[in-house]
């Protein structure tokens, strides 16, 4: 079986750790013969590979072994003892049906979450405090809640204190109080112009290396003279901006 990474998430590690338990469940039905003649279970209950573990092992296809006229016997033996080839001789591939997967445990043969828990699960007896934390009249992101705490997982004081140590959960907590209250934010807020004059309120913008401006023009009681708005091209967000303010510079 594989390393497994130290970055593995923990539900990653449980399934390579029952991966050996579930394998031996799932065989295959022969179609085009497109799986590995070694190392996938399609004779039997196990692979050829288990069966014969004294013998060199291949990335060797099922179909390599078969030809118009149906298993080639004197390639088999080359490989594996005679009385297993003559039993592939049995076999027939289906050239224009897929191989197909199955599941042992399940009377169609199709995969089945439940079926794969009660597989590799350990039972035990039901303690009576996961009676009430997963109860129906609990919703269920609550029901988790409880159960992290229960386990330990929620990193309450002591939890912490057990993980990192004392001192270091002492820090630890230092940093999880609140942050010193914010300064008050100073209010910012539009001014109409001295009377007589105008005021040009611009912006421009680029997206996919299109540029445009625009603007508005008003006088000293707010209202709006007038609104403009321009294309400029491919240019920068830079001359966009400079460009609507000159643009309302020549209309005011």
């Known amino acids: 079986m594989a390393t497994v990474s130290h970055y593995a998430s923990p539900v990653w590690r449980r399934l390579k750790l029952i991966g050996p338990q579930a394998e031996p469940h799932v065989v295959?039905?022969?179609?085009?013969?497109?799986?590995?003649?070694?190392?996938?279970?399609?004779?039997?209950?196990?692979?050829?590979a288990d069966q014969f573990p004294q013998l060199p092992h291949s990335s060797i296809q099922v179909h390599d072994f078969f030809d118009d006229t149906g298993r080639n016997i004197d390639k088999l033996i080359q490989i594996i003892p005679y009385t297993i080839a003559e039993q592939i001789g049995s076999i027939l591939l289906t050239p224009h049906v897929d191989d197909q997967i199955m599941w042992t445990h399940t009377s169609d043969g199709r995969f089945v979450t439940k079926s794969a828990w009660q597989l590799v699960r350990t039972g035990s007896t039901i303690q009576a405090v996961y009676r009430m934390i997963w109860s129906s009249i609990i919703p269920t992101t609550d029901s988790f809640f409880c159960w992290r705490l229960w386990q330990g997982l929620i990193p309450v004081d002591v939890v912490i204190q057990r993980r990192i140590g004392s001192h270091m959960a002492s820090s630890f907590l230092?940093?999880?109080?609140?942050?010193?209250?914010?300064?008050?934010?100073?209010?910012?807020?539009?001014?109409?112009?001295?009377?007589?004059?105008?005021?040009?309120?611009?912006?421009?913008?680029v997206k996919d290396r299109f540029a445009s401006g625009g603007g508005v023009i008003r006088d000293s009681s707010g209202q709006c003279i007038r609104a403009f708005f321009s294309f400029y091209g491919d240019c920068t967000i830079l001359e966009a901006e400079l460009r609507a303010i000159l643009d309302g510079i020549i209309l005011a």
């Open 28 to 48: 295959w039905k022969l179609g085009r013969g497109h799986i590995f003649f070694w190392h996938d279970c399609w004779m039997g209950d196990t692979t050829l």
């Open 174 to 205: 230092v940093s999880l109080l609140p942050p010193p209250p914010l300064p008050t934010p100073t209010l910012v807020f539009w001014r109409t112009p001295l009377v007589g004059s105008y005021k040009i309120n611009t912006d421009g913008c």
